[in-house]
């Protein structure tokens, strides 16, 4: 009878949860609209500039994506910049919405996510872009052009030999660099000069979580590889997360991944069993 009982309350328990954490997102996403200075990484992409687009080395303002995200987020400057935070914070629900479903306002109070679209950064697309490369490795590939070191995602189908995935994500960097490099070759040698300015700034921002990238990268391999072997999809989320240049709260937000990796996956039947054949 026990089991009975707890099998009935599980429902009732996830409902109510459902119900509290949603009204608490409500709250949350009150607070966003109603809190001034909104939009702090968001200023960086609307208002690059492509004719120098690395021109401010750090703190506000500054753009330390790759060439090719400089690119996308040029026009963002044709509208207002309140108009484009909004606009910008709206896909970033959409995206919220798509990877949690029912649940999402219960995310919003995940500090992490609420952060990030108070921000506007850029942590809520990689996760919709993790979880979609595993149906089109291009989006593998856009992941890692806009945060390089995310590029470990690329690991998951080299493991797993899944070379039609892997040749995809390669074929899609190289052309989307080769492009960029053809138009401007001077926006590559700027971004990495600014990179080297960047990594010689200590640490002086409190938001900041103070763990270094030495540290973290290898252990985002480490649990990418591991999660490849053994097929856990949704270490990715994790894997990623810790991957990230410089690791913020909101890049946590990342983690909203994981409701959409944990469900029930077609087979990956290739790379399965040429990782059985191997092993």
């Known amino acids: 009878m026990s089991g009975v009982a707890a099998t009935v309350r599980t429902p009732f328990v996830k409902r109510w949860a459902l119900v509290i954490l949603s009204a608490g997102g409500l709250a949350a996403l009150s607070w966003l609209v109603v809190t001034p200075g909104h939009g702090f990484d968001f200023y960086a992409y609307w208002a690059v500039d492509l004719a120098d687009p690395y021109a401010t080395a750090s703190g506000f303002g500054a753009f330390y994506y790759p060439p090719p995200?400089?690119?996308?987020a040029a026009p963002l400057s044709l509208v207002p910049f309140e108009?484009?935070?909004?606009?910008?914070?709206?896909l970033g629900l959409i995206a919220l919405v798509w990877l949690t479903r029912r649940w999402a306002l219960a995310w919003?109070?995940?500090?992490p996510v609420i952060s990030e679209l108070y921000h506007?950064?850029?942590h809520l697309f990689i996760a919709v872009g993790i979880v979609v490369g595993f149906r089109f490795a291009s989006a593998w590939a856009l992941v890692a052009l806009v945060k390089v070191t995310s590029g470990?995602?690329?690991l998951w189908p080299l493991v797993?030999?899944?070379w039609h995935a892997v040749g995809v994500i390669l074929a899609t960097v190289a052309l989307v660099t080769a492009t960029t490099v053809l138009i401007s070759p001077r926006l590559w040698v700027e971004w990495v000069q600014q990179l080297l300015?960047?990594?010689?700034?200590?640490?002086?921002?409190?938001?900041e979580i103070g763990i270094p990238l030495l540290i973290r990268l290898p252990a985002a391999v480490a649990l990418t590889v591991w999660g490849a072997h053994t097929g856990r999809?949704?270490?990715?989320?994790p894997a990623v997360a810790l991957s990230m240049p410089s690791l913020w709260v909101h890049s946590l937000a990342i983690l909203a991944s994981l409701p959409r990796l944990l469900e029930p996956w077609p087979a990956d039947t290739k790379g399965a069993d040429q990782s059985r054949a191997s092993g």
């Not at 995200?69 to 996308?72: G, M, P």
């Not at 999809?233 to 989320?237: G, I, M, N, P, S």
């Open 69 to 72: 995200f400089a690119w996308l």
């Open 83 to 90: 108009a484009g935070y909004w606009a910008w914070t709206g």
């Open 108 to 111: 919003l109070v995940f500090p």
């Open 120 to 122: 506007g950064n850029v």
């Open 152 to 154: 470990v995602v690329g």
């Open 160 to 162: 797993r030999r899944d």
């Open 197 to 207: 300015v960047r990594a010689a700034e200590p640490n002086l921002w409190g938001a």
């Open 233 to 237: 999809r949704w270490v990715l989320a």
